[in-house]
């Protein structure tokens, strides 16, 4: 066998796509992979039989990938993140090996209906939002560019939590996606490594042999690895997602168990076990837990010896490491990878530093996704020291070289020293992650321009001072094979049969639209697909909630995760006093709107919490005002995942973008909507700024401050309460919601809240609220124009392609991995 060449190599027979054929396969996936009878077959049963027959698939373009990356030596791509927010895979993996007609008429043949199976599909919740999404997007759109990549991550037994609502507040419960197995993954036995925790670090050799450290861990665990295949568009290559397991080296101790402690006998096992049972449920806030510290460097060590063995397979030894794999850090959450990489190369493999040190440079690259302060990680340093203490001296060592070439060669000054050095002096002293991700990458890149800019200005001003061309910008994008041809089938048709297929291989092809915006006729089409759309959210509102919504009115959604400076409690008071004067003045022709949120709160953030049961009450006393005459109402949709934004997406008219200037790092859900025909309501945030660019400015509404009259206004002080009383309508607003005029059964339950307003006002929500209402207007004033409003909408869709996935991954490809 090991004699023949790749070419020779026994292959399976070829598959058919005839439904006929596909149908018998189905059930002999049912009946010998499954047990089951067709009599009997539940319809998950149906689903997994599904899903075997297009792995199947997919495999045979799988194994032609590997063997071309290994063929052609090419270089590899690892994406180490925390995070792969993937929702379902069934759709897009059918459509993206062409056999969606085929598998819908096999079912059908054999009584089954696609749409119902496919909904049972759990959603893979692997991750919390923006950051988590962005490596599903990318997994798929560097399987479509042809990038030989692999995305390591955690194979968290819960995903993101459930959301329920418990008269209005939010509550969590597990999430529980694997219940029914997962038929998409590979269990790989074979790939299992050894994670170590705490113990110490001996030293041998030294006075006449080269001295080497052996770290000598207390605990341990092993990795072992789950693979998924992930299938770029037209099949074109097929790339691994490998997600690692926590298994404990001994699975029972016997003898414990045998003396009668049946409990402690499986405590080690347990403790194994539970290091990848959840995902960390905080978005944007550092975990500060030693179980978080142990999943980062437990799947960072995992991948690392995972890519360094298959290097070793095919090279020599690894001075071919940077030319050969290219290693992308998703945050910092696995930046401790830099250390681990040097441990593997000095104490395993015997490199001496400074080499490892080059290598590992030339390796590695980091991905900066915020600026919060709070967000930005760093560890105590004697928990670092407990835990990874050979890390800990590696950190020392970095530093030392790296604070030694800042004072001695760039003559930097102590302020300068104490910003760029790994430890934070500052009270308890801590490692921070952040520069030890920029220091031991050649590249650091922000996620829209405004944020790369506003990186070199803040948090890495000086890092950016001592390595000047290592920051650079690689804007999101997102797939829009299920951003627009998945979630919204209408449209896509509708764009096919104006300017043909090209836009399905190249998005920025949808400029081809443009033109269409001024066919009346063409528009009508494009909003009548919208209005299919909305009738597809209301029905679901009003299945899972009992609400009803009249899809002739604006749908006006604001959909994420619920923080303060994204800024739903502004919508919120600007609903409040829209509100008020739809009621004080019934005699104008207002427009009929529909407020849309959906959203999780980290379980231990208050405010993000208080604001769920803000819009809860809200809406349960502007749906049952008769004043209101059925012209607004408020929806907040429980349980938000990316199944839910696949509807609500495609439905929107109105996109709310409205984060405080400088505080949103990029966003992804802005560009879904605009991709998918919505006019978006935002501030010069994030990527919006460059959504104006490309929509142009009579396509978007863009209002209130700055990124930098926000910096100016809060280093200088603003005065919000000068700004409420000026502003009649919003101090209106306050005042109802602060005097518990949505919570009648607890007055005070927002005081709070809103004293943070008249206070501080951090995140500029009465700063902004003028403005912001005033944009609303002007977005009614459009909407009462509806030849105008399709005009922009069709123009957002035909120059929003800029913005998939693919071009942002070709960028890091040429720019950064040089792949
Ligand atoms: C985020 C940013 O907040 C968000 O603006 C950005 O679009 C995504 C992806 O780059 O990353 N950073 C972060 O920590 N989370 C995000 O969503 N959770």
Known sequence: MNNLNAADLPRPAPRSSNPEIMAAEIIERLTYRIGKDVKVAKPHDWLTATI??????????????????????????????????IGRLMRDAISNIGLMHEIRDALSSLGVDLDVIAGLEPDAALGNGGLGRLAACFMESMATVDIPAYGYGIRYVHGLFRQQMADGWQVELPETWLAHGNPWEFERRESSYEIGFGGSVETIGGYEDPQRFVWKPAERVIAMAYDTPVVGWRGTRVNTLRLWSAQPIDPILLAAFNAGDHIGALRESNKAESLTRVLYPADATPAGQELRLRQEFFFSSASLQDILRRHLQQYPDFTSLPDKVSIQLNDTHPAISICEMMRLL????????????????????????????????SWPVPLLERLLPRHMQIVYAINANTLVYARKEKKMADQQIRSISLIDEG??????????????????????????????????????????????????????????????????????????????????KLTALDRFADD????????????????RLANTVAQRMGIRVDPS???????????EYKRQLLNLVETVALYDQIRSHPELEWVPRVKFFAGKAAPSYHNAKLIIKLANDIARVINNDPAVRGLLKVVFIPNYNVSLAEIMVPAADLSEQISTAGMEASGTGNMKFALNGALTIGTLDGANVEMLEHVGADNIVIFGMTAEEVAKARAEG??????????????????????????????SRFAGLIDGIYNSDWFMVAADFDAYADAQRKVDAIWSDQDSWNTKTVRNTARMGWFSS???????ATEIWRA
């Open 346 to 377: 000095c104490d395993v493999h015997g490199l001496e530093f400074d080499d490892a040190w080059k290598i590992t440079q030339g390796t590695f690259s980091y991905t900066n996704h915020t600026l919060l302060p709070e967000a930005l990680e």
């Open 718 to 747: 603003h005065n919000p309460r000068a700004i409420i009383e000026q502003s009649a309508e919003l101090s209106q607003a306050l005042s109802s919601i602060a005097s518990g005029v949505f919570s009648p059964d607890d007055r």
């Open 427 to 508: 009270g308890e002293r801590r490692v921070r992650m952040g520069n030890l991700a920029f220091i031991g990458s050649h590249s650091i890149n922000g996620v829209s321009a405004l944020h790369t800019e506003l990186m070199k200005e803040t948090v890495f001003a000086d890092l950016h001072g001592l390595y000047p061309d290592r920051i650079n910008n690689k804007t999101n994008g997102i797939t829009p094979r299920r951003w627009l041809m998945q979630c919204n089938p209408g449209l896509t048709g509708l764009v096919r049969e104006a300017i043909g297929d090209d836009f399905l291989d190249d998005a920025e």
């Open 553 to 563: 009115a604006m749908f006006d959604i604001q959909i994420k995760r619920i923080h």
């Open 52 to 85: 075997l027959v297009v792995r199947d698939r997919i495999i045979d373009k799988w194994m032609e990938s590997t063997r071309k990356a290994y063929a052609n030596n090419s270089k590899r791509v690892y994406y180490l993140s925390l995070e792969f927010l």
């Open 520 to 535: 009346a006729g063409f528009r009508e089409k494009f909003a009548e697909v919208k209005r299919l759309n909305k009738v």
């Open 806 to 812: 693919d071009r942002t991954i070709r960028q890091y």
